[in-house]
């Protein structure tokens, strides 16, 4: 069974920057899409980035793009959301999901079926 574990949320100041990741197990790590999702209080959740398992294209929310880099490291079944600039919108609670499906990109939460516990991520202004 596949689980996942976040890591790296905090509480830090607008503008800072922030490294989250998510660390796999249970299953052949290259051959799953991984994805960021987050979900703020009182709002769904929304699509971050994907990185593919096989060649890890990647695909963001376009509003996302420039200031997040979600990466992987398959030797150590991890994937990477890296956050740069981060304004107090962007404060949640981020979920790393898993995916086997072959069709790219996969931007809905229900594309994915395994997920994390979530790590919080808080922007004082």
């Known amino acids: 069974q596949v689980q996942l574990e976040e890591s790296g949320g905090s509480l830090l100041q607008t503008g800072g920057s922030l490294r989250l990741s998510c660390v796999f197990s249970g299953r052949t790590f290259s051959r799953f899409s991984m994805g960021w999702f987050r979900q703020a209080p009182g709002k769904d959740r929304e699509f971050v980035a994907g990185?593919?398992?096989?060649?890890?294209?990647?695909y963001y929310e376009p509003s996302m793009k420039g200031r997040f880099a979600i990466s992987r490291d398959n030797a150590e079944n991890t994937v990477f959301l890296q956050m740069n600039d981060l304004q107090p919108e962007d404060a949640a609670v981020y979920y790393c999901?898993?995916?086997?499906?072959?069709?790219?990109?996969?931007?809905?939460?229900?594309?994915?079926?395994?997920w994390g516990q979530g790590t919080r991520v808080t922007v004082s202004s």
């Open positions: 999901a898993a995916s086997d499906y072959v069709i790219w990109p996969l931007l809905r939460g229900s594309s994915y079926k395994y």
């Open positions: 990185i593919r398992g096989s060649s890890s294209e990647t």
